[in-house]
């Protein structure tokens, strides 16, 4: 059994392998985002919006940014045909972003290009491209269930004495 400080150097050696590969490709992210004439933030709202309608507030939290800004940015989509507003079903207040169907096309595509491989990872053997793929698909498996464990710890209200429960116990 490996120590646990040899685990975390371990671990920290394939992050910083990564994050490198990671950011050659981002330098070309703008270029790419030109491509579709869209700026890089915008790719990131219309690959957002490609898992399904989202309030504006909930693209805000994922650009990180104030919702006043995301008006903006939807103005300019909107304008495209990219992206629709529509009022929630349960609260008319709360505005969702739609792809229109000229919008998830330009998603799908933009998809396509984010999903091509960068030379670096194309340039390794069938071997190696499978253990990574599988190496990555756990770590995602893994980032999925750490993200509905807080979902769920977000989700379950506290009540006296600290615990977590449902209202009243």
């Not at 990131?44 to 898992?51: E, Q």
């Not at 650009?63 to 079903?89: F, K, M, Q």
């Not at 229109?100 to 998603?107: H, Q």
């Not at 390794?124 to 491209?129: E, V």
Request: net charge neutral; aromatic share 4%; with cysteine.
């Amino acid at each position: 059994m490996a120590s646990p400080r040899l685990d975390e150097d371990l671990a920290r050696e394939a992050w910083a392998a990564l994050f490198e590969l990671i950011q050659e490709r981002m330098r070309n992210f703008p270029a790419l985002a030109a491509e579709f004439e869209l700026s890089p933030v915008q790719v990131h709202m219309l690959r957002s919006l490609g898992n399904g309608p989202q309030p504006m507030s909930m693209i805000a939290s994922y650009l990180g940014c104030d919702a006043s800004n995301v008006t903006g940015l939807v103005d300019r989509l909107e304008g495209r045909g990219l992206v629709e507003r529509r009022s929630a079903d349960h609260d008319r207040r709360v505005k969702l972003l739609w792809l229109t169907e000229a919008g998830a096309e330009v998603s799908r595509r933009l998809i396509e290009r984010l999903a091509e491989p960068p030379a670096a990872i194309s340039a390794l053997c069938a071997a190696d491209l499978r253990s990574l793929r599988d190496v990555m698909r756990r770590a995602v498996e893994k980032l999925k269930a750490q993200r509905a464990a807080a979902d769920n710890t977000q989700a379950a209200p506290l009540v006296k004495g600290g615990k977590e429960g449902p209202p009243g116990t």
